[in-house]
């Protein structure tokens, strides 16, 4: 569940799979597209390293958000409750990463900073960071422990993307369309932010050294300029 510059980046620790691949005793599949992955080898992709193409369940693609899904309605009614002429924005650092306070509170403060609604799939234990304000809800902000992901990706309305840039929601920005302000933590989550950069649909933070100036320009940027969206397009 990788891209090829993911497995190029960490090429110490992939080398022992790769070496099977060629002999023909495992099989890879890298869930990715080559639109937006690095290219393959001159040589090729050894035979048993397979690109399968992004694996989104159909019935997300198919139906997107339904006001008679329940886990759906909240998220709903509150997007009928926005101020329409403001673009969405949504935050997601995914399941493995934990957001100190300092990074909640940046967060926070930056979209509050930006001309926009913001949608924060944030897990529980880190909502304790944000000021108690926010965890009353507002016409601004919608938090909560999950979010329809996919479904979500689909709405025109949706402008930007604050992402981990895990490879999974890599490929459903990409999908979509949808710049992306990145934010990577680990493991393969640089690689992939240089990949959206690189196609000029992303800017990238760090999550270590940023304030939420940083972070709001960074978004601003994004929803301001055309070439971020149109780039997520192509």
Known sequence: HMSWEAVRFMREEMRPRIAKAHAGDLVIL???IWAIDAPPPPAGLPPSVVMTGPLF???ARAHGLSAANPRHAPLLRW?????SDLPLVYITTGTQATLDERLVRVLHDALSLCRCVTCWSLKEAAQAHLPAA????S???FVASWIPQLELMRLPRLACVV?????GGVLET?????PVVSIPFFGDQPANAKLLRQHGCAITVDHKRCTANAVATAVSRVLDEPAFK???EK
């Open 79 to 83: 997007l009928d409750s926005t101020p």
């Open 230 to 232: 149109a780039n997520a």
């Open 30 to 32: 890298l869930n990715s």
């Open 134 to 137: 926010a965890l009353r809800g």
């Open 139 to 141: 016409d601004r902000l």
């Open 163 to 167: 992402s981990h840039c895990g490879w």
């Open 57 to 59: 369940p159909l019935s």
């Open 174 to 178: 990409a999908s979509a369309g949808k």
